[in-house]
């Protein structure tokens, strides 16, 4: 019999759901000639919601290329060699090379032609991303803007007030320009209503993801990570909207509600672990091959703060969900309020943003809070060719977990490109490293 | 007790017979594609040499990236532990271990009671990994005995890249048309291997005495550039370089 | 002379250490990409070092930078670590790649050393950069008032874009004379130049640059038969072996596109406003780095005219094995340079290079490129 009692999430079909709704959005909008916008949904995500339009996410969209292909990759195996045969090298991020492919081959994942945008508008957040969208509106011939993009230091640097105070001038600037920009470019007027409500919820539900991520610091784990690769991946499709907070709030009461009763995400977790980076999509079993182990993953810097909306607690060193505008008692009036405020918290409090830039002393401290505050007794690192912004920092971290006696373990892949992981290996690896923590499998005990 | 371990390398099968702690016999044979003819020869080698029939043995532990292929044990471990617990025994003050296979390269790093603290694997280049070496001994129309004895001849230092395998071959091949030494090249290519184990190594953060065991640490030019490269005033190379892990899966299968 | 070029290049080390002898009283600051703003630093009488690779294969940075960062700032973290910049007062970076950002921080991680990060902004075409870049600027002069004890004034920082914009100027007139069908200078000894204007005390320097434009390079035929004309664009080399190599194959190279080359040094600084204004000005509209270049591609257009103006054959792409800026820029630039009617050549470096292949691909597209004169 299990250790705990598991029982499946009530949300997880409305999860499916809300997913699929954006990219059939997307196909319908293709289809019927309305505005699509394009680019990294680590971005200002927000800022083109102030038009009608369905946004196309380049992330997203690579990683459900590489998912939806995990029994048959033949399909997005295309869009690699697409990509190569076009010249673009292959250490490049895969999510990239993904979405050149599908343009290249004129084809939509989820179905159908490429739906080519009305424009591309990308916030420069990682050395790839403000070219990603140069390269594709080059490639697909439309209009490109992006906003350039300075995180604030890990709050154990220091960084003065006065540096801060430019830092969310220059954003915000860039912010208002781009609307006006938008809207020569679209020849559509900018709704501020409807932009206000987007920077609302975007803060409402990234609030509310990370307040279910605390939930997870429960023993037994609410949450294991597997899981939430379909609860988090709400926020970054769609966090803009108010189906995302509505949907958070229920998963959040539902969550709340497993941790009061002790109901678990993996009946026999006896072992939990830390993820880093993101996951290697096309090869998921290996989460559940940990659980071969009693192993849980229970998340990742990336899983809980990819979309933002993590505060810093000076006084006890740890971070904790941020407040949005109107639980801060603050309302937005108007568009240079909206953006004042969201120029703000993409840069305070999106840690993630920032750790793909910075790492040092500042990455170090946020990895051991989570090690600590969620009762990790391992770290599982992927060191991911396929994201120079996730890997920035990891050989220190690992490092910094050496000197610290926590266990680690790193295993080399590619998050989006199946051709650089190897799986038997994978597995070997962690076989040995649970040996070194003193585990078994469970059939072999 | 009389317990056995037995490793399914990549390249070789290797089989160690324990009683009470000691060893009595090894075997080893090279596997093709197939290995369990190899294991075969191997334990035939081994039974041999201890003198002993193979019910005789109580239990067997394997170890090796190609034990399932051929099967016959009772348990099953990670190189990683099993080199360590054979290194316990063979050379308690070590507290690194460099462990250069066919296929693979391992740094582990073990506390006074031969306890695994952390290890690191050479990842996605071949440069680290005995298959280079020997690819490059070919390149040189030498044999592995030569090209460690050439290798301490030479007196330059010439730099090679040592990242990619396939670089590093081109680089062999530049040195060669430009006609240099075969001394001078050798030694090139011992050390560029030796500085791809070391910048692994260096993860473990590695700590005195580092013991160098694997098929490839027979290589005397490679001991040479690893002790160098590591900046070492000891490297130690103990005997049975070859039999760490099979040793240690037997120690493992008499402990159970 | 011409010859202090190399010198100052392979003795970088000897070379500062006998210069802080010779200024006990001044500090040392190692930068790591050429956004940094020397003329801030020679404002406050520092010294601003390039720390560049040695081209040697190293094993001290694995535990540090994962390997599929370019090897170019693993061989920087490497001299670090390695104890060979140990006379540094100080290490300083701008907001830069992901990949050189981490030599800084691993460098700030494991060796005690003061540090300085100019949160610089990566866009050149938005009109908000040169207000923020000012800003920055300003921050890091206060910083810099607080290492040295000593305050900035307006005119130090005159003087500071007076030395950086001699040598700028004086380097530019090296390269303009590289447009002659015999070049004074080979595409070898200006890459020396450049280079050792990053690590030698400019005011010196100038000097040196001023004696050989006046005294050596005129009249002067750097090579018998300069061969076929090209340009070298790229990242980050200083790979000697490599240059040599073309020049010594049938190819000059006239000139460059690459940060120890023209990059670094191209435009001089316009008076718009006060010092700091002028300063940021300057490094906004410098031949940018491609993570700079967006939104829009400004680069190819100039990349092309260069080609033009320095009339070349070809154009050899080094690209650093792994620079993901670089690689993105490659596909639209030898698009653009192929389509004005310049061929590429796209090779991969790493701190060493294969010579050899090397040399089989440089022959053959010099015999593509020596084979259109014929028709």
Redesign the interface.
């Known amino acids: 019999m299990a250790k705990y009692k598991t029982e499946s999430l009530r949300c997880w079909d409305k999860a499916k759901e809300l997913r699929q709704g954006v990219y059939d959005g997307i196909a319908k909008a293709r289809d019927e000639g309305t505005m699509i916008v394009a680019g990294g949904t680590e971005s200002a995500i927000a800022l083109p919601a102030g038009f009608d339009m369905e946004f196309l996410g380049g992330e997203p969209y690579g990683a459900s290329c590489t998912f939806m292909g995990i029994k048959d990759s033949s399909k997005y195996m295309k869009y690699f060699e697409a990509a190569e045969a076009a010249k673009f090298p292959r250490d490049l991020c895969s999510y990239m090379r993904l979405g050149f492919g599908s343009f290249l081959c004129n084809s939509y994942a989820f179905g159908g032609t490429y739906p080519k945008p009305t424009f591309n508008l990308q916030t420069h957040i990682c050395d790839t991303h403000g070219k990603w969208y140069q390269i594709m509106s080059e490639l697909e011939g439309v209009p490109y803007n992006c906003v350039d993009y300075v995180p604030f230091e890990w709050e154990i640097e220091n960084e003065s007030e006065e540096s801060k105070d430019l830092k969310r001038d220059y954003v915000k600037n860039q912010m208002l320009d781009v609307i006006d920009w938008m809207e020569k470019v679209s020849g559509k007027e900018f709704d501020d209503e409807k932009f206000i409500n987007a920077v609302n919820w975007e803060c409402e539900a990234t609030n509310l993801w990370a307040r279910c991520c605390v939930v997870n610091r429960s023993i037994p784990a609410v949450m294991d990570e597997k899981m939430m690769f379909s609860l988090y991946v709400i926020a970054v499709l769609m966090r803009q909207r108010k189906a995302a907070v509505d949907f958070y709030r229920e998963l959040l009461d539902e969550l709340e509600d497993r941790a009061a009763r002790g109901i678990a995400a993996f009946g026999d977790e006896r072992l939990r672990l830390l993820h880093d980076s993101q996951p290697p999509w096309h090869s998921l079993e290996i989460f559940r091959y940990l659980e071969e182990f009693g192993a849980v993953s229970i998340g990742a810097n990336y899983s809980f703060a990819l979309s933002g909306g993590w505060a810093y607690d000076k006084e006890n060193e740890t971070w904790f969900p941020a407040d949005p505008p109107r639980v801060a008692g603050v309302e937005l009036k108007t568009r240079e309020d909206a953006c004042a405020w969201y120029a703000n918290w993409l840069l305070e409090y999106h840690i993630v943003l920032r750790s793909l830039r910075f790492s040092g002393r500042g990455k170090n401290q946020r990895m051991h809070d989570i090690v600590k505050k969620w009762h990790v007794d391992g770290v599982m690192m992927h060191l991911n060719r396929g994201c120079e912004g996730t890997a920035v920092g990891q050989m220190e971290m690992r490092y910094y977990f050496s000197e610290n006696n926590i266990p680690s373990l790193t295993y080399e892949g590619n998050h989006a490109d199946k051709r650089e992981f190897d799986l038997p290996r994978t597995k070997a690896k962690i076989d040995t490293f649970m040996e070194t923590l003193g585990v078994r499998k469970f059939s072999e005990e | 007790m009389i317990s056995a371990g037995m490793d399914v390398g990549a390249k070789t099968v290797k089989v160690v017979i324990v009683k009470d702690g000691a060893i009595i016999g090894k075997g080893i044979a090279t596997a093709g594609l197939e290995a369990t003819g190899a294991a075969g020869a191997a334990w035939e080698q081994a039974l041999g040499e201890a003198g002993l029939a193979r019910d005789a043995i109580e239990k067997v532990t394997a170890t090796g990236a190609r034990r399932e292929e051929v099967g016959g044990y009772d348990d099953a471990m990670s190189e990683v532990v099993a080199d360590a617990l054979a290194m316990h025994v063979a050379v308690p003050e070590a507290r690194t271990i460099v462990d250069v296979g066919a296929e693979e390269g391992r740094a582990i790093k073990v506390n006074a009671d031969g306890k695994v603290l952390d290890f690191a694997v050479n990842e996605k280049c071949a440069a680290g990994a005995g298959a280079f070496i020997e690819a490059m001994a070919r390149a040189m129309q030498v044999s592995m005995a030569e090209f460690g004895k050439l290798a301490l001849e030479s007196t330059r230092t010439i730099p090679i890249n040592a990242q990619c395998a396939i670089f590093a071959e081109s680089e062999v091949v530049s040195l060669v048309h430009d006609e240099t030494s075969r001394p001078d090249i050798c030694k090139a290519v011992n050390d560029a291997i030796a500085d791809r184990l070391a910048a692994m190594s260096r993860r473990v953060l590695l700590q005195p005495k580092v013991a160098l065991i694997g098929g490839a640490a027979l290589g005397i030019g490679l001991q040479d550039s690893l002790k160098r490269g590591l900046d070492l005033e000891e490297l130690v190379v103990p005997e049975n370089v070859q039999f760490f892990g099979a040793h240690g899966a037997a120690l493992s299968a008499s402990e159970q | 002379m011409i010859e202090d070029f190399k010198r100052i290049y392979e003795t970088r080390h000897e070379y500062i250490k006998g210069w802080k002898e010779k200024h006990p009283d001044r500090k040392i600051m190692g930068y790591m990409c050429t956004y940094m703003p020397e003329e801030i630093l020679y404002a406050a009488n520092v010294l601003p070092i390039r720390i560049l690779g040695a ?15 370019c ?1 170019f700032c693993r061989d920087v973290l490497a001299q670090g670590l390695l104890g060979r910049y140990d006379y540094l007062d100080g290490i300083g970076i701008t ?1 830069t ?3 050189i ?2 030599a800084y ?2 460098w ?2 494991h060796k005690k050393i003061d540090s300085f ?1 100019i ?5 050149t075409q ?4 040169l ?2 870049l000012r ?2 600027l300003k ?1 890091f002069k206060e910083k810099l008032e607080d290492w040295t004890g000593k305050e900035i004034t307006e005119e130090d920082l005159r003087r500071g874009i007076e030395i950086v914009d001699t040598t700028r100027r004086l380097m530019r007139e090296v390269y303009e004379m590289r447009k002659a069908e015999d070049p004074p200078i080979s595409g070898l000894d200006s890459m020396f130049m450049v280079v050792a204007s990053q690590m030698s005390d400019k005011e010196e320097f100038n000097g040196i640059l001023e004696d050989v434009i006046k005294n050596e390079l005129p009249g002067r035929k750097a090579m018998e038969d300069p061969g076929i004309r090209l340009m070298m664009i790229g990242s980050e080399n200083d790979d000697v072996k490599f240059i040599d190599m073309v020049e010594n194959s049938g190819g000059s190279i006239v000139v460059d596109d690459h940060c120890t080359g023209g990059r670094y040094f191209w435009n001089t600084t316009e008076k718009t406003g006060d010092a700091l204004t002028d300063i940021a000005d300057r490094y906004i509209k410098r031949p940018p780095c ?2 700079k270049d ?4 400004n680069r190819t257009a100039h990349l092309i005219s260069l080609a033009r103006e320095w009339d070349v054959a070809g154009v050899v792409e080094i690209q650093q094995k ?1 620079c ?2 670089h ?6 630039i ?1 698009k653009g340079l192929e389509e004005a009617g310049f061929p590429t050549l796209y090779l991969e470096f ?8 090397f040399r089989i691909r440089i022959e053959a597209f010099l015999e593509t490129l020596g084979s259109e004169d014929l028709f």
């Open positions: 081209h040697e294969p190293q094993n001290v940075t694995e535990p540090h930078i994962m390997g599929m960062f090897p907001y790649c992901q990949h950002t981490q921080e691993s700030v991680l990060f949160a610089t902004q990566n866009s938005t009109p908000r950069a207000p923020y800003g920055q921050l491609p993570i967006i939104p829009a591609r792994f993901d800026p690689e993105m820029d490659k596909v639209a030898s790493d701190v060493t290079v294969p010579v050899g292949p």
